[in-house]
């Protein structure tokens, strides 16, 4: 198996803070990877590192073998990463297929001679473009108006657009910010069965989720971080039973023993 | 937790807008009634008076297609952006002053330096925030202008004149007023064309999702700074080829007509009539530029009337008058095939 | 030598005092006030109407009636922001940044040819002119007038300067500028702050409108402009947002001039601070005084 994402040594620091302390770990082909960790451990902020968004302070990532540490995003994205933000980052007064054909930005078939003359590249381009996102508006199971702004469509909805434009991008690494929040439970049971869906596309995902039973249910392997680091890895079976994560979430002195729920 | 999912709470205008109006401006027609209108308007009043105003109308329409690229498309606050009419009219001005030659020959030249100012003027800014964009090409503006005034090559303050015209084959003489009409409508119907078909293309599409969010944008690949630069290029291009055709309507530059009211009253079209709507542009651009004219008492105080209207317009229509619309037709059944593009994944 | 740096730092103090305006608000709300220096130029009208309507004003007594009108000219400047904050600029709040920005463009042009169709499109003398010996210091040419004029805008920052370090409403404006949230949900009533500062702001700049009449002695309805722009370097260059970097940044630009007319020529002025602007903004956009600031998504 090949390595589709590997992370080594990875730092991050703003100011004194270090958000990311050396995290390392690789994602292989048609693999579900869940990173967990409560607020603040440096889920995001790694996330972040891998697509470009934050100079990491040193370590280095490298996608499908690709050296890509302190690259701009779009040049990442060029690479194979597409990703989705913890809230959402849609284009509000765009239309829905207009948000999903932005993923496609990279399959071009078209220049600005083209758009200026109508050329018949142009025409079979813009219909491919628009083919394409209502094929993956259908993927995601998108049910409602297409053409109209996306931000008149409701949070659940707009969640799966954000997921269509990233699949859009056709990458072979998929990154998602907390997939599943502020969704209810028959919205996260299909969403458990789109990332089986995508998975079989042949993308690998790497998730950041709060709602243990997803994760549990979902991932192959897991990764647990805790103030920047990584402290432990394993199957959901391991994680379970790994007691530096029961502290991690439950604090050292199991008291009260409170349930951590979807916390 | 669940309970925001809840489709009901979704705004209900989910559908097109549907007054008459609405779709009668949105029709395919408006652009060839726009068109008929402007080949008919000298049948009406021909006077020299009449030409020359609607040929200035003209050349306005064409400066403000070509701002809404950059703030309408790419949602950049160009406060400078007659500066690239200036070098298209003074490299177009010397060049066919020097050499004798008609302006027409003037073109790849003026394409050259536009392109070139657009570069100076957006490679270092454009990585700025936007409010300092704004300030930055205002200050460009200036820096152009006050150039021009002070070097002997534009002429100094009185500017270049008796520039040779368009174009002369044999009969047919380009600086008839109403031949030169004719021209510039044809031309900046072209260019409108040109700038409106660029916004519905791929490249207007990023323009749009890096005025929207930026982040998101790069996200997807899309180099926005690459994105931004030739949304000036194209700003630049159309501002400069406005620069030959001013020139050749008036057979003179001057730095006068650079300052940053002009550049203001560009923006103010493009602003009222609807940011990135082309339609609407070239509407704001006609009533500002041919209002004025049309009710003289209207004439001494219109600045002041435009300024209000800008903060009105803001407060109460953020998007401008007619901004441009969020919806598009969709497919009209349910495609069952998955595209052969989209099935290959992972290559 | 010493005359370019004297003529410097009197033209810097007037940027300076405009740049205070700026950067106050800038720092505040994240709005360029692009209309700011139209405020200076309604100072400058204002402080016209009043001693045009005191009728004729002995010599003797000019720097008394001066220093009244001045009042009086900044409180009515001071009005007139709040007034534009109010109805151009805080219905847009949250709006995004490109719609404020034109909303400022349009409070400026309808200033600007408010005043033109008010006064009239021609520049006016001002009815009062500051008059006074001329001392040799150090081998520059100073004046009275311009040693009066530099005392009253160096009082008027150091009267600032104490508000803000020292008094709570000062002490709300930092506290804004770091987190608006925050402080309104610290019970700090941000509106009648940000209220209170465009007042300030405005009435700095009302102030240096009136100076600028009365050393000048002739006013126009678009002579904000060019000032406006140039506060706007100033206030770049000592760091937008910090209130100490405004006067620096003033009294820099002052002496980048002065050096810069000298070199080049007096029509390059303009030019060569436009440059520094540019370059500042490209090189670094904090400023000499601002500070780096990490930006996290």
Redesign the interface.
């Known amino acids: 198996m090949t390595a589709v994402l590997e992370v080594k040594d990875l730092q991050v620091a703003?100011?004194g803070v270090k958000a990311v302390d050396g995290l390392s770990f690789s994602a292989h082909e048609r693999e579900i990877i869940a990173v967990i960790g409560p607020n603040g451990a440096g889920k995001t902020s790694a996330f972040?590192c891998i697509?470009?968004?934050?100079r990491p302070t040193s370590g280095s990532v490298r996608i499908k073998g690709l050296e890509t540490t302190g690259k701009?995003?779009?040049?990442i994205?060029?690479v194979g990463v597409?990703?989705t933000?913890q809230n959402l980052?849609?284009?509000?007064?765009?239309?829905v297929?207009?948000n999903v054909?932005?993923?496609m930005?990279?399959?071009?078939g078209?220049?600005?001679a083209?758009?200026?003359l109508?050329t018949p590249r142009?025409k079979r381009?813009?219909a491919?473009?628009?083919?394409?996102a209502?094929?993956?508006l259908?993927f995601v199971g998108f049910e409602g108006?297409?053409?109209?702004?996306v931000?008149?469509?409701?949070?659940?909805?707009q969640k799966r657009v954000e997921i269509a434009?990233a699949l859009a991008?056709?990458a072979?690494l998929l990154l998602l910010d907390e997939p599943a929040a502020?969704?209810?439970?028959s919205?996260k049971q299909q969403l458990l069965v789109l990332c089986g869906r995508i998975r079989d596309?042949?993308?690998s995902i790497v998730l950041i989720e709060h709602d243990m039973g997803l994760v549990m249910e979902l991932s192959e392997r897991i990764i647990v971080m805790n103030f920047g680091r990584e402290i432990a890895v394993g199957t959901p079976a391991e994680v379970k039973a790994n007691p530096a994560v029961i502290e991690a979430y439950l604090g050292k002195d199991d008291e009260g023993a409170q349930s951590n729920g979807d916390a | 937790?669940?309970e925001?999912?809840?489709?009901t709470?979704?705004?209900q205008?989910?559908?097109?807008p549907r007054s008459p109006i609405s779709r009668l401006l949105e029709s395919r027609l408006i652009g060839w009634v726009a068109l008929a209108a402007a080949l008919l308007a000298p049948f009406v009043t021909a006077s020299p008076y009449s030409l020359n105003v609607m040929t200035t109308a003209a050349i306005f329409v064409l400066l403000a297609s070509g701002l809404n690229i950059v703030v309408g498309y790419c949602g950049l606050l160009d406060l400078g952006y007659i500066a690239f009419m200036a070098v298209g009219a003074y490299t177009a001005g010397i060049i066919s002053k020097s050499f004798e030659l008609p302006l027409l020959f003037t073109i790849p030249a003026v394409l050259v330096m536009t392109i070139l100012a657009g570069l100076i003027i957006g490679a270092p800014t454009l990585r700025l925030r936007s409010d300092y964009l704004a300030i930055v090409t205002l200050g460009f503006g200036e820096i152009t202008r006050i150039t021009a005034n002070n070097l002997s090559v534009t002429g100094g303050p009185s500017g270049i004149f008796g520039i040779p015209g368009l174009l002369k084959i044999g009969g047919l003489d380009v600086e008839n007023p109403a031949v030169l009409y004719y021209l510039t409508v044809l031309v900046v119907s072209l260019f409108v064309l040109?700038s409106a078909?660029?916004g519905?293309?791929?490249?207007?599409?990023?323009w749009?999702?890096v005025r929207?969010?930026e982040?998101?944008?790069?996200?997807?690949?899309?180099?926005?700074y690459k994105v931004k630069l030739?949304a000036y290029i194209?700003g630049a291009i159309w501002g400069g080829l406005g620069g030959v055709l001013f020139a050749a309507h008036l057979s003179a530059v001057s730095p006068q007509s650079f300052i940053f009211l002009q550049s203001a009253l560009v923006l103010m079209a493009v602003v009222l009539g609807g940011m990135g709507n082309m339609r609407g542009v070239v509407i704001g651009a006609l009533v500002i530029s041919l209002l004025p004219e049309l009710l003289r008492d209207f004439a001494s105080n219109r600045y002041l009337v435009f300024g209000l209207l800008l903060v009105v317009v803001m407060v109460f229509r953020p998007q401008g008058f007619w901004p441009a619309r969020?919806?598009?037709?969709?497919?009209a059944t349910?495609?069952v095939d998955?595209?052969a593009?989209?099935t290959e994944?992972?290559r | 030598m010493t005359q370019l740096i004297w003529d410097g730092l009197f033209v810097g103090s007037f940027y300076a005092l405009i740049a205070l305006g700026y950067s106050m608000v800038y720092g505040i709300i994240k709005l360029l006030n692009f209309a700011h220096g139209d405020i200076y130029m309604l100072g400058a009208f204002i402080g016209f109407a009043l001693l045009t309507s005191m009728g004729g004003i002995p010599a003797s007594l000019s720097l008394g009636a001066l220093l009244i009108v001045l009042l009086v000219s900044m409180l009515i400047t001071g009005g007139a922001g709040v007034l534009i904050e109010r109805l151009a600029y805080r219905p847009l709040r949250g709006a995004p940044r490109l719609a404020v920005l034109i909303s400022a463009v349009g409070v400026s042009f309808s200033l600007e040819y408010g005043i033109a169709a008010i006064a009239g499109p021609n520049p006016r003398a001002y009815p009062i002119r500051l008059e006074g010996g001329v001392f040799e210091v150090l081998g520059a040419r100073a004046s009275l007038p311009q040693i009066v004029l530099m005392l009253i805008a160096a009082g008027l920052m150091v009267a600032l300067n104490f508000y803000i370090q020292k008094t709570s409403t000062g002490r709300a404006m930092r506290s804004i500028a770091l987190d608006s949230n925050a402080s309104l949900l610290m019970g700090i009533n941000v509106n009648a702050v940000i209220t209170r500062t465009f007042f300030i702001g405005s009435a700095l700049a009302g102030a240096a409108g009136v100076m600028a009449g009365a050393y000048y002695g002739k006013i126009d309805f678009l002579m904000g402009f060019i000032i406006g722009l140039k506060a706007f370097t100033a206030a770049v260059i000592g760091g937008i947002g910090n209130i100490k970097g405004a006067m620096l940044g003033g009294l820099v630009l002052g002496f980048v001039e002065a050096f810069g007319s000298q070199w080049f020529g007096g029509q390059w002025r303009d030019v060569f601070s436009f440059a520094v602007l540019i370059l500042f903004l490209t090189l670094r956009p904090t400023g000499i005084l601002g500070e780096r600031v990490?930006e996290?998504?």
């Open positions: 703003f100011g972040n697509t470009g968004f934050y701009r995003p779009a040049d994205a060029a597409t990703r933000f980052r849609l284009f509000p007064d765009l239309t297929l207009d054909r932005a993923g930005h990279l399959y071009g078209q220049n600005w083209d758009a200026i109508h142009f381009s813009e491919m473009y628009t083919d394409e209502n094929y993956w259908d108006a297409r053409g109209v702004p931000r008149n469509l409701s949070y659940g909805q434009r991008r056709k072979e502020g969704l209810n439970y919205e596309l042949g993308t | 937790m669940s925001n999912v809840d489709a709470l979704a705004p205008r989910l559908g097109p040109a078909r660029l519905k293309s791929r490249l207007g599409r990023a749009r999702f929207e969010d982040d998101a944008a790069e996200a997807m690949g899309i180099h926005t030739l194209f969020g919806y598009e037709r969709e497919r349910v495609d998955p595209p593009v989209a994944q992972g | 990490t996290r998504m």
